[in-house]
């Protein structure tokens, strides 16, 4: 039952990003890891080509996909593969989605999910301005799947401003959820701790917070703390800065006896009007 999660410093160059991400599995596989986290734009920071980087994906002529594949089978991981761009499925011309996609062992594509709140604000840092809905288009699905550590729930940085999308998934069965992020050095300063923090409290779930952690091309830096949360909102493994690989296990013992002695996914009183049901892949 143990897993995962990885922060890394990336840069523009895909294929040294990828080695580094390569090394970085390696090290949790080493230590025993059923699953992986990587973060978002774990395969490049400060690209502008987006688009271009996606549809090379969707067409079979990009060396990410082919690379998580082969990295799964290798180690035996299971990989949630952070963010990369990728247009929805049979329509590689369309605008990209900020796409985490959970990889298994044999290299099989699990589940998809696409991350349903852009990044559309101006944060007080060198960059200022931040839109990424200019890049990418927005999801419409929550996404739950059952993998070796448990039933997994799939969000991304943002989305963490946003309970309604975890109390989602705790409903769709989420034991653990993944928030592979690239907080601001501002915004993760004042928001970080208390976001992964309460999302896992009011889920009691294991939240995996892979995380950027340093500078980038743009220019733009990352707050980093990479950190795995238990369901008792814990944290009990934690990376300021750099590169990192977080191991934890899952004590689905205690997680059970969390769940029955504080019952609050049955005392929830209000509800989403109207909402999409959550999709199960």
Not at 125 to 144: F, I, L, M, P, Q
Request: aromatic share 6%.
């Amino acid at each position: 039952m143990t897993f995962s999660v990885i922060q890394m410093v990336s840069q523009s160059d895909v294929l040294a990003n990828l080695a580094q991400a390569r090394a970085l599995l390696e090290r949790a596989a080493e230590g025993g890891a059923r699953l992986a986290v990587l973060p978002e734009n774990f395969a490049a920071m400060g690209r502008r080509d987006v688009a271009e980087i996606g549809r090379a994906e969707a067409l079979g002529e990009g060396p990410v996909l082919p690379w998580l594949k082969q990295a799964a089978r290798d180690l035996k991981l299971w990989i949630v593969a952070g963010t990369l761009p990728l247009p929805p499925v049979d329509q590689p011309h369309a605008k990209a989605n900020a796409c985490s996609l959970l990889i298994d062992e044999q290299g099989e594509t699990v589940a998809r999910y696409d991350k349903l709140h852009l990044f559309d604000v101006d944060v007080a840092d060198t960059r200022g301005r931040y839109r990424e809905s200019d890049d990418y288009a927005y999801g419409s699905r929550v996404v739950v799947a059952d993998t070796p550590v448990g039933r997994l729930g799939l969000s991304v940085c943002y989305d963490l401003r946003f309970p309604e999308l975890y109390s989602e998934l705790r409903k769709a069965g989420a034991e653990l959820i993944t928030a592979p992020s690239a907080f601001t050095a501002v915004t993760g300063a004042a928001h970080w701790e208390v976001l992964i923090r309460a999302r896992a409290i009011e889920t009691q779930c294991y939240l995996l917070a892979a995380a950027q952690g340093g500078v980038h091309p743009g220019p733009r830096e990352t707050f980093g703390h990479a950190a795995i949360v238990d369901p008792w909102g814990r944290i009990v493994a934690e990376q300021d800065q750099g590169e990192a690989v977080l191991l934890a296990e899952r004590d689905s013992n205690e997680q059970a006896s969390i769940r029955a002695r504080m019952p609050v996914a049955s005392h929830r009183r209000f509800f989403s009007q109207g909402a999409q049901r959550p999709a199960s892949e």
